[in-house]
């Protein structure tokens, strides 16, 4: 008797001690995941609730929209050190994923991101979430700097205000410079696309038999014909190499083997290699995003969403409607944000086109809020808000932003879930890397157009270049360069020394 009790206490015991370890690894795991400094990849967060993941995204980005400073480049490097290094919500293989993502997609790469990180936590919501705590705080601004401009003559700016133009100039043809290093690189058709784009939008902006409402869509299809002939170029080189790569092997088997050896290897083994490293060069792999918690109708709904509002602007474009102002405000910048990449100093032709070609602000105050928006944290493209605050108050600010980031969240909703599939498809690069090419060539042409709109005295010109100096040769930041040059210019002012105040062209009325 005393042996068959003494068994089940053994056991039961065992059973205890088993289930208080279970519990404490349980309890070790949530700690982890509660913890700012978990080790544990996003994956492993998957069994948090839905109002915890997106109190997290509100608590560590929003900060990083009130502070990120810098411009995309800035903003990436301080997404890695807060989400892959701090937090450890990414790995570094992640990390890259969606970076590439937010490369490969139209719109401005930085804010992509954010928003494909927030998708990644949280689903849809979580897109959402993080689209508005990174882009709230710099919108404010923009919003109070675009309701001022409205108080400002539109054709004579502040003394204090005449250098933000020549010096936010100078950094178009800084980023122009950094960008072209990049993209072009030793590739001459990639040079001769962005200067060809160049031209052709110089020409076309100019034109005044070309209406702005055609502008705003020669301009993307400049954008697919670049990238059409940089995958076409790629595809020949393909073609090419195969061609001298079959031609070697025959060669090197006849020297080998002869006749005889030359046919069996052609049978057995040369053709078959050769189409297996294709093959493998090609190979979609299975390993999705699965874990992503985005349902595939939602996917469906945001590709959807996409589709109609682009057959709508068609539609609208060809039956040459007249919108409400609003929703005329909300097309324009849906327009903006579905054609360009990169997002930044590209953004500028067409904000010019939408913009100042019809009337909705002039130039220079075109100039001084791009001047602006260097000095803000968060993403440049809240450009938009100051827009349409200046067109139409708090409503065309609000509709603008929306309007500019709409495609960028509807398209990380609906590609995400794929990408890792999406992502192999050999065509993608190819075409991407002519996309950027003729957007480089749209930086050059309103970086000249700007540059003839806007630097009308020597004061100006001296500005513009000290500025290109400072922040391209001595790297110091947008924000330093574009306060030193408000300094400058005010500086030479009429108030101060008045230097170099005297037109280059006299404008006299007859």
């Known amino acids: 008797m005393e042996e068959n009790t003494a068994v089940p ?66 903003h990436l490097a301080v997404f890695h050190d807060l989400f892959v290094k701090k937090l450890r919500w990414l790995t570094d293989k992640e990390f890259v994923d969606l970076l590439a993502l937010g490369m490969t997609l139209p719109g401005p790469t930085s804010s992509e991101f954010c928003i494909a990180v927030g998708t990644y936590r949280a689903g849809v919501l979580g897109a959402i979430v993080a689209f508005l705590c990174f882009t709230v705080p710099s919108f404010f601004i923009m919003l109070a700097a675009g309701l001022g401009a409205t108080h400002m003559d539109p054709n004579h700016v502040p003394d204090w205000m005449l250098g933000l133009a020549p010096a936010a100039t100078a950094l178009i043809f800084v980023a122009f410079g950094r960008l072209g290093l990049k993209i072009v690189g030793d590739s001459a058709l990639n040079a001769c696309i962005s200067l060809i784009a160049a031209s052709v939008t110089l020409l076309v902006q100019n034109d005044a038999r070309i209406p702005p409402r055609s502008i705003m869509w020669i301009l993307p299809l400049m954008l697919v014909v670049g990238g059409s002939l940089t995958l076409a170029e790629r595809k020949y080189q393909n073609r090419r190499r195969r061609r001298e790569g079959a031609a070697a092997v025959v060669v090197e088997d006849q020297e080998e083997s002869g006749l005889e050896g030359r046919s069996a290897a052609s049978t057995n083994g040369g053709t078959g290699t050769e189409d297996a490293g294709i093959m493998g060069s090609t190979d979609v792999s299975s390993d ?223």
């Open 9 to 74: 206490l053994e056991l039961e015991g065992g059973k205890e001690d088993g289930m208080q370890h279970e519990r404490q690894q349980k309890m070790e795991v949530v700690q982890g995941h509660f913890s700012d400094n978990k080790e544990s990849p996003s994956n492993s967060g998957l069994s948090l609730s839905l109002r915890y993941k997106l109190w997290e995204l509100v608590r560590h980005i929003l900060p990083t929209g009130c502070y990120a400073f810098g411009g995309p480049t800035a």
């Open 288 to 510: 999705t995003y699965d874990h992503v918690p985005v349902s595939k109708w939602s996917s469906l709904v945001a590709f959807l969403l996409i589709v109609a509002f682009l057959l709508y602007l068609l539609v609208n474009h060809l039956a040459k409607r007249v919108e409400p102002p609003l929703l005329h405000v909300f097309s324009s910048f849906f327009i903006v944000g579905i054609t360009i990449y990169g997002g930044g100093q590209v953004m500028l032709p067409l904000l010019v086109s939408v913009a100042v070609d019809p009337g909705w602000l002039s130039m220079d105050q075109f100039m001084v809020g791009f001047a602006i928006v260097q000095m803000t944290p968060g993403p440049l493209s809240n450009f938009a808000a100051y827009i349409g605050a200046i067109y139409m108050g708090v409503p065309g600010a609000i509709v603008g932003v929306v309007g500019f980031f709409l495609p960028g969240i509807l398209l990380i909703i609906a590609v995400l879930p794929l990408w890792e599939r999406v992502r192999k498809i050999p065509n993608v690069r190819p075409f991407l890397a002519g996309a950027n090419a003729t957007g480089l060539g749209l930086i050059l042409a309103v970086g000249v157009a700007l540059f003839l709109k806007v630097v009308r005295t020597p004061a100006d010109a001296v500005v513009s270049i000290v500025i290109a100096c400072v922040v391209g040769y001595l790297n110091y930041s947008s924000f330093k360069g574009v306060v030193f040059g408000a300094l400058l210019g005010f500086l030479f002012s009429p108030t101060c020394l008045n230097w170099g105040q005297q037109a280059y062209i006299a404008i006299t009325s007859s």
